[in-house]
């Protein structure tokens, strides 16, 4: 199927084209010949990230295919319809999953345990198999710069460890690679070029409000808040997980392998 050959224009897509493609080369995420899957969910992070994948790739010095995929959990309500006719329209070539992980969750998941993670695993091991089923060497998922500092506050605050996202890390499946181009784009520019692009969002039904998540949305208030006085305090924080200076950690193991 032919690409996308949609033109787009104007200061966030400039911007997060050039964000993207910096990620791109930083941390080599594409290569010559490289098929990527990108995970498309509705959303407008996915939307985003597959669009700027695209206008990247018709520029390219390299060649790269991109092929969608979409996720269907099986929670009433979903419009995978929507996702698909905005695809076919715009030339992606698209693999659209019908699954009941929402029935194998009601029949499995324990008490006690987060329906969140368990679905997460579930569609994470489909996109896997549709992944290689299409040939892809690579998946492509859309979380941007305040996820991985969300997380890197989440994971210093609540579990005891200093860990965020990798930009590009091999997948559960020890087969592809998975690469997150979004790392230095802000979630606020991505919202703003979604709702400039009129990209037909799409909510993913599930029954939990993920706004209840409230850890996370106390990281959300309280990086607004010190971004009031530290405009830059998000850059700042993505680039420490880059500058890592082992000697001043208290992590027992890299203590003894530093001189």
């Given amino acids: 199927m032919i690409q996308c050959m949609a033109v787009f224009s104007g200061r966030l897509y400039r911007k997060i084209k050039r964000l993207t493609g910096r990620a791109i080369g930083d941390f080599n995420l594409i290569e010559d010949g490289d098929h990527i899957a990108v995970a498309v969910s509705g959303g407008k992070d996915s939307y985003t990230l597959l669009h700027i994948l695209d206008a990247l ?7 790269y295919r991109l092929t969608a995929i979409n996720i269907d959990a099986g929670y009433p309500g979903y419009r995978a319809d929507i996702i698909e006719e905005h695809l076919r329209e715009n030339g992606f070539a698209c693999r659209m999953v019908a699954t009941d992980c929402a029935g194998i969750i009601r029949e ?6 987060s329906m969140c ?16 089923a299409a040939g892809c060497n690579k ?19 609540f579990v005891g460890t200093i860990a965020a996202m990798s930009a590009s890390m091999l997948a559960d499946n020890g087969i592809h690679m998975v690469i997150r181009p979004l790392v230095y784009v802000e979630e606020k520019d991505i919202a703003a070029f979604s709702a400039e692009q009129n990209f037909p969002v799409v909510s993913c039904a599930c029954p939990i409000d993920v706004r209840t998540d409230v850890n996370r949305r106390r990281m959300k208030e309280l990086l607004a808040r010190l971004q009031q006085e530290i405009p830059d305090i998000k850059y700042s924080l993505i680039s420490s997980l880059g500058n890592v200076q082992p000697r001043h950690l208290l992590d027992k193991a890299l203590s003894r392998s530093v001189p």
Avoid at 57 to 63: D, G, L, N
Avoid at 117 to 132: D, I, N
């Fill in 117 to 132: 993670a368990f679905c997460s695993r579930l569609r994470r091991g489909v996109l896997y198999t549709e992944a290689q």
């Fill in 139 to 157: 998946i492509a998922l859309g979380h941007h710069l305040d996820d991985f500092i969300e997380t890197l506050l989440l994971n210093q605050f």
């Fill in 57 to 63: 790739r018709r520029r390219a010095p390299i060649s």
């Fill in 108 to 113: 499995k998941l324990r008490p006690g345990s």
